[in-house]
């Protein structure tokens, strides 16, 4: 079974998605901006969401996760919950 490991920041706009992506991209830091942005409780983790298995996140969540590619800012990521920046930090097939 497929396994990821993923961190990300919840946010209310593509468009402050899109800031942190770029602002991730320069240079800064993923956790301390989930920190000071994500508008989710794992921000106090730095957006950390531990690992999961597949189907465990909401669809749009799962197929970048389970697609993208890892140690990159992935995104902005459109749920019911707002726009996510996504990193997959680990992902076993």
Do not use: N
């Not at 957006?47 to 389970?66: A, H, K, T, W, Y």
């Amino acid at each position: 079974m497929s396994t990821a490991s993923a961190r990300h920041i919840l946010v209310e706009t593509e468009a402050e998605c899109q800031d942190l992506i770029s602002q991730i991209q320069d240079g800064g830091d993923f956790a301390e901006l989930a920190k000071k942005h994500s508008k989710c409780p794992s921000g106090a983790r730095g957006g950390d969401l531990g690992s999961f298995g597949r189907g465990r996140m909401v669809p749009e969540f799962d197929q970048v996760v389970f697609s993208g590619e890892i140690g990159q800012p992935l995104g902005p990521v459109k749920t019911q919950f707002g726009y996510h920046v996504l990193e997959v930090t680990e992902r076993t097939d």
